[in-house]
């Protein structure tokens, strides 16, 4: 057929066929092709312009799969829907799963044995009906033993992970150079950007080469104690991904899954030591300071569970950390932050200090109390900035000044309407209109903060600026912030 579903095994047979062979939507059938066989979702052509009867259409998976080619003849036989589907029944009904069905809910996500629609139920499932902890430690198993390990020789493996929602944010390309200088290791993996104006894959891959296999960064590793790499180009919990992508268009976030999600990703790369942000605040992912204290309980106690030390750290989520938002803009700002320029955003500096200082406690590199001296130490001294540049070259890249990093050619102001106090700068709204512009696809566009909270504003004077290559991008970014706006100003 010429299409791909990115991940589903789909085919297609002509309406009237499936009547004579009562197939339905949904339905499961084995595909034989001389030796090479496969078991695949059946769907329909209602004309048979677009598949004549006596034909099967391919999607591309199934393709490769059977190896075949065009005119090739297919046995079809029906086959029994997986058990998966019975299990995900049982969760729509509110029932507990044991691990045994939770782990083949995950081995059949990760093999493409179900359809879209049917892991849209599970995710709707789990998001209705809160899974317990056991549940969730089953999945978190689950997703760990469904895919690859980044299996390290050395104990003080240590990591950290934001749930995200703060625009900006880009603590993470401090705080690894910072950590490896310590002397610990921190196998840093993230992720591209789903939401946001940029990922921290999005902006290291400014600077160097992200996708690495499992031995490259091992290499990495042992040369320079640390790496950022995204995880996608790796198959570890790869059951999360594609959760994710289903969780994405209704912007689901079921607990149990966030949970799972990245304390399995944490468990893939050998990580004893794991520290949480979680931003909290009007316009992030956590808006309330309760849900997020329930979330740190949780973490805590299922990271126990694994053999994990989790540190979980409740943050100021109400308005985007840094100057720059998209990819080089934040790429910009990490370097300014790494080599002490006087343009630097502080707010990331601060922030970046004070979660690499409780990371450097954890790790047994300085005494209670004592972690953000040395964090401040290792980044002022240029230690820091001197492992990140050895760490972009270990991945493939070269050193490059901040102020010879390219921005999108097409600009435009955003001034105060009127005078008066700054009192909030909306994360989901801000991240729009610098997504509207092109980030992060394309790198050099997004936005560039010049006020913060709490900053007080004249009449005309500029609240930020908006970077394109796109002379229309550019028009639509700034008529959507005229809509719906994103800075509110008191007088």
């Known amino acids: 057929m010429d299409i791909a579903t990115g991940g589903p095994l789909i085919s297609i047979i002509n ?9 339905h939507s949904g339905d499961r059938v084995r595909l034989n092709c001389g030796r090479k066989k496969a078991i695949a979702i059946v769907d329909f052509a209602e004309s048979k312009k677009a598949l004549p009867r006596g034909k099967i259409g391919l999607f591309e998976e199934l393709i490769k799969k059977l190896n075949v080619k065009n005119n ?12 998966s589907i019975r299990y995900i029944r049982k969760t729509l009904d509110g029932e507990k799963l044991n691990p045994k069905e939770i782990r083949i809910i995950i081995e059949d996500i990760v093999n493409n044995r179900l359809s879209e629609a049917e892991l849209a139920y599970f995710v709707a499932a789990s ?29 003080n493996v240590i990591d950290k992970h934001c749930i995200g929602g703060v625009a900006g944010n880009r603590t993470t390309m401090i705080i690894m150079p910072i950590i490896a200088a310590a002397g610990l290791i921190i196998p840093k993996t993230s992720s591209r950007s789903i939401t946001s104006p940029a990922g921290t894959a999005d902006t290291m891959e400014v600077l160097t080469n992200v996708s ?5 960064i ?13 995880g996608g180009s790796l198959n570890l919990a790869p059951a999360d991904d594609k959760i994710i992508k289903v969780e994405h268009p209704l912007n689901l976030d079921a607990r149990s899954q966030l949970l799972a999600s990245i304390l399995a990703k944490k468990a893939s790369v050998s990580a004893k030591h794991v520290l949480v942000d979680i931003p909290v605040g009007k316009g992030a992912k956590i808006h309330s300071k309760k849900r997020a204290l329930i979330l740190k309980k949780q973490f805590e106690l299922i990271g126990k569970k694994l053999g994990m030390q989790i540190y979980v750290v409740i943050t100021n989520g109400s308005e985007p950390v840094g100057k720059g938002l998209g990819p080089v803009l934040e790429a910009r700002d990490v370097l300014y932050v790494l080599k002490g320029d006087k343009r630097m955003p502080v707010d990331l500096k601060k922030k970046s200090i ?7 406690e954890m790790g047994k590199k300085a005494k209670k109390g004592e972690g953000v001296k040395l964090a401040r130490e290792i980044l002022e001294s240029g230690k820091a900035y001197d492992k990140f540049i050895e760490i972009i070259k270990a991945q493939g890249g070269k050193e490059i000044s901040p102020d010879k990093l ?7 102001n955003i ?17 729009k209109v610098a997504r509207i512009a092109g980030a992060p696809a394309d790198k050099e566009a997004g936005i560039y903060l010049y006020v913060r909270k709490n900053m007080q504003v004249k009449k005309g004077e500029v609240l930020f600026t908006i970077y394109s290559n796109s002379k229309a991008k550019l028009k639509f970014a700034v008529n959507t912030f005229k809509e719906i706006g994103g800075v509110v100003i008191k007088s």
């Open 406 to 412: 390219k921005l999108a050619k097409f600009k435009r």
């Open 212 to 216: 690495h296999s499992l031995e490259d």
């Open 72 to 83: 090739d003849k297919i046995s079809l036989k029906l086959v029994e829907k997986p058990k």
């Open 218 to 230: 091992k290499k990495i590793i042992k040369k320079t104690n640390g790496c950022l790499v995204w």
């Open 354 to 360: 004070r979660l690499a200082g409780i990371m450097l």
């Open 415 to 431: 001034k105060a309407e009127k005078r008066g106090k700054v009192m909030h700068i909306d994360n989901a709204t801000i991240a």
């Open 127 to 155: 998001y209705t009906h809160i899974m317990s902890i056991n549940e969730t430690v089953a999945l978190t198993k689950a997703m760990i033993n469904t895919g690859d390990v980044l299996k390290l020789k050395c104990r």
């Open 15 to 23: 309406f009237k066929d499936a009547e004579e062979l009562d197939l």
